[in-house]
Structure formats: C-alpha cells, structure tokens
C-alpha cells in the first residue's frame, strides 16, 4: 500500500507542491502527515460556488455556504460558529488558527488525548437527529475541523429551513441547553445575518434610485467573511473610513503579527534577519482592512503609531527602540496604487516622515539597514554633484508609485499583446510606471534611476491579501503589481528574490506563505477543481470568461515571477481544453474564450514558461485554436 501512495503522490504532483525531492521507506510516514495536513487544507479552501447574480440572494446550498463563511469569522464579542462548536464540545482547541496553519498544523496527531472527545459529539448527532458522521478518524486536528463544519452545515441547513418553526421548536430548546455558545451564533443568524443577505434585491431598486436622482442608503465598507457582516446588506452606497484614523488600532495589532510572522518565516529559511523588502499597498484593501499594509510597514520600520486619545486618530508616531523591537528594523521599499496616493495623501506623509525619522537614527548597520543605505546613497548623490540636502532627499525616498493622475503597472497591454520578449521589456515599463518618488506632503518627484537603487537590494517582495472572497489568480493587478516587481528586480540583479504572499483573512492569525506556495494552493483548490469547473459553467459565456481569465493571469504571473510549474499548464490544459464536456461548454458559449486560452497555453510553450509540453499536445492545442476560429467565422 506504501507503494500505491506513493504512486498516486507522484502522479498528482503533490511532492512538487510541497517541495519533497525524495520519497522512500524512511521519509515516507513524516510526507504522508504533511501531505495529509495540505489535502485537508485544500479540501477547507475557500472558493466561490459560481457569480453572484445581481439582486438575487442566494438559495438552498448556496445560502447555506455563504452563511458560514460569514459567520465562521468572530462577530465583535461573538465567537464564530466552528469556534462556538469547538467551545460546546469541550474541544480546546482554535479551528480557525489551526485551519491556517496549513499542513504543519493539520496533519499532526494530536498531543493531548484529552484535548478531543466524541463523547458529547456523539450526543450532539443523535439529539439532532443529524446526519452520521464518521469518528472513526478523528486523529488530528484537520479531521476535528471537518466534523466542526459538517455540524455547521447541518445546524445552519436546519435554520433556514422553511419546515421548521423557529420559535418554541424542539430544535431551538435543545440549542440552548445543549450547545449554548453555538445558540448564540444561530441567533445571530436568524436575527440579523440572513434578514441582511435576503435584502439583496435591494441592489437593483437602489440602482434605479441613484440613476433616477432619488437617495440611495449608505453603508460601511468591508469583506462580509473578515468578520464585517455589518456592511449588509449589499446595494447601499458604501462610505471608507476616516483617513485620519490609519492605521486603526485593530489594523495595528494585525500588522505587528504579520510583520512578525514575515520575518520568522525569512529567517527560519535564510538563517538571517531580512534586511530589504518591497510591499505592494492598496487603496481598496486599506479602506476593508483599516490599514493592515501600512501598520505592518511601520511594524517593520520599528515605529508605532500615537492616537488622539478621544478621537483616535493618528496624530504622530514613536519610534522605538531596538531593545523594544527585539530585532533589526527592514528597511522598506513601498509601491503604492494610484488609488491608494489619491485617497491617503495623509499616509504617504505619514510614511515619507517615518522612513526620514528612522533613516536619521544613528545605529549600527545591522540594527538599522536603512539608515546605513542612506547615508551610503547620500554621499554617492553628493560625489555626482549634488548637495547634501538633494542628495539626502534622493538616498530616502521609499514610497513610490505610477505619475500623479496615472494609475495601474504598465504590464497588461504588453502581455495581453505579448508585445514582450524577456524580463527587460517587463522590467523597463513596469520601473516607467512606477518610479515616481512621493515625498513630503505629496510632493511628486520622477525618480528611475533611484527606484532602481532601491529594487537592486531588494531581498523580499511581499503582497498581502485580506480576505478569501477572490484570489490571486482573479485580477492582472495581482501579477502587475507583485509579478511587475518581482522581474524589475530579477533585470537588475540577475535572480529572484524571495517571494511572499501574506494571507490576512483571519486578522488574529495571519500567515505567510511563498507565492509557489499559495499558487498552488488556488490552482487544487479553485482553477481545476471540478466544482469550481461546474459552478462557472452554470453562467453561460460569463463563465467560459472566467477560465479563459484564470489562464491569463497564471501564465502572466509565471512570465513575471517564474513561479508556476508545468504540471500545473498540463492540470489546466486537461481540465478546460482536453475533457470534452468542458471543452464543448466554451465553444458553444464563449468560443473566442476557448481560442484564447488554447492560444495561451501555445504561448505558455513557446516561451519555454511550460516546458514539458510534448507535441502532441501542442498539436491538439493548435487544432482546437482552428476549430474555435472556424466557429467564429460561421458566427459571423
């Protein structure tokens, strides 16, 4: 049977996903519990069951799924449901912490038997009359986890169910004796998330409301399953937040754990603090999230916020001190979105002021890069003619972005004409959009030459997502932003440096993982997964859309980052193109999806990005390019 696992490992390529060179008798128990961690992982994944239709609020299964997803989130003082589960079980243990700690934490057998009972469990399923469920291998905590969401399923199936009476019911008098921290979730439920999410109709009327002049309701903005369910119900007109209040003070405690958790993940696998590291910044994720992004940046900058003590607003910062820190402060390089410059002026300041205030400290060079680059870059400025005060300025500039009134990265009309030949042409309109230097007060300055500085002693770049509703394979501003960086530097210095994707979906908890990592993790879980697969397949050429779009932003991740595998081509290739259901579905909804994504996987090989395509494939793939203009010519 050893053997047959193993087999069945390989075929799948689940060793390349986790970075096993070797299986054998010795090693194979201790990659069966990490690959047993990483399926339950994947297998929890959150992805979308299809679009969402304007103003119709979701049915049956759906609403059930959307439901937890809210509610598995912490709701202010309200635990979340599998949270709640776990705590009327008399299970000690987080299933959200452990639900990311990915395959360490889910595949290890637990340490204390006593930490996991089914005896309660068992009384659970028969008061409830729920469906049976297997114990049998109950053995780790991703086992625990499943049976936490199964049980979820089956309460919430039961709530909004139209054949129970809610009130004075069998069902309702039970939750509260028996799983009373569940009860108040459920309540919860009942009384404000689900009369929330069937208000969904309301998208359309207040559309027409706004187009006709009339009022249109405001609302809070935010991501519903980050544990914001106050933002429903949708189809208001959202306001942001108070920008004088960035970062919040939640925002704050999220950025020192992801900054501490980017540099235990660095030095855990270089053996030495990180010293120069680039980070994307959003406007959108800092309007959901308060500014996790720019707390985390002054997290690793070694310098924390001052609020007003009854506004809390941020009114100034502290830099503190390197027996505080306990560590090296990172010296920052900052790539803001066009958006991000035109709604925050006041955090470039903020920022710009912060990185002056730390690059002017006199430390040691292995306590403070930063300062010890910028003094090395002020007399380099200085020996080219400069004065000391042109030159300070020039040696400190860390924040940068596209020219004032220009937004985006440069990179998706290139790839999407593949009017590119290598990292050069990518290097050279991403450092064109993006080397304007921002200072003091917003004060603009075209600065290629220093941005180029900068991205010469990059050692990481980081980009954070704050919640699980998409994923990066979603959107090209992914790969432009992260990926434009990544072959910025990899022009300049020859190599890639080390590539981050920070998960900041569960704010108490957030992760860091290499972006190999977490493609792979969002090509099993969502871009081959049959249910995925038949969910979009459901909205017509709307859905065909949607993969040819998948494909496009991998291979334009790969050609920036050099970051996805070939079995992962060869995964889709089979998925969309070669299984004759799917393939029929595109031409005949969508066939200029079904070209597109032939003709990139074509490019994929051409570019030596998939290399260990064979030729029949690359034959099939050209056949199917033939048969999908051929359909397009008949059309027309």
Known sequence: ISNRITELIKAEKLDQDLGIEAINSNSLRQFLTVADGYLCELKEAQIRDGLHIFGQCPQGSQLV????????????????????LAEDLDWSFDPLIFVEEGERGRGREWEDKKSISIRKLNQIIALFQLEKLNLDNLRNRGKAIEILEHLAIAIVSQVISEEREIENSFFSENLSEYLPETNKVISWIETTLLPALQKTSAEITNLLAGLNGNYVPSGAAGAPTRGRADVLPTGRNFYSVDIRGIPTETAWSVGIKAAEVLIERYTQENGEYPQNLAISIWGTSTMRTGGDDVAQVMALLGVRPIWDGVS???VDFEILSPAVLGRPRVDVTIRVSGFFRDAFPNILDLLYKAIAAVSSLKEAEKINPLAAQVRKETEFWQNQGLTKTQAKLKATHRIFGSKPGAYGAGLQGLIEAQNWQNDDDLARAYINWSSYA?????????????FSKRLEKLQVILHNQDNREHD???SDDYYQFQGG????????TGKNPTIYFGDNSVPYNP??????EEINR???????NPKWINSVMKHGYKGALEMAATVDYLFAYDATTKCVQDHLYQGITEAYL????????????????????AERLIEAHQRSLWQSANSDTIEKLKTIVNHAEGIIENMH
Do not use: C, H, M
């Open 312 to 314: 809390r607003r941020v």
């Open 522 to 528: 969002v090509y099993r879980s969502r871009v081959v």
């Open 511 to 516: 992760k860091v993982r290499q972006l190999k």
């Open 578 to 597: 070669f299984d004759p259901k799917v393939q029929e579905f595109i031409a005949n909804k969508n066939p200029w999806a079904l070209r597109d994504i």
């Open 472 to 474: 990066l394979l979603d």
């Open 485 to 492: 960086l990544t072959a910025a530097v990899r022009s300049l």
């Open 65 to 84: 799924d959307l439901i937890i997803a809210i509610a598995r989130q912490p709701q202010g003082n309200l635990l979340g449901i599998t949270q709640a």
């Open 438 to 450: 921002y200072g003091a007060e917003g004060k603009a300055f075209s600065e290629p030459e220093v």
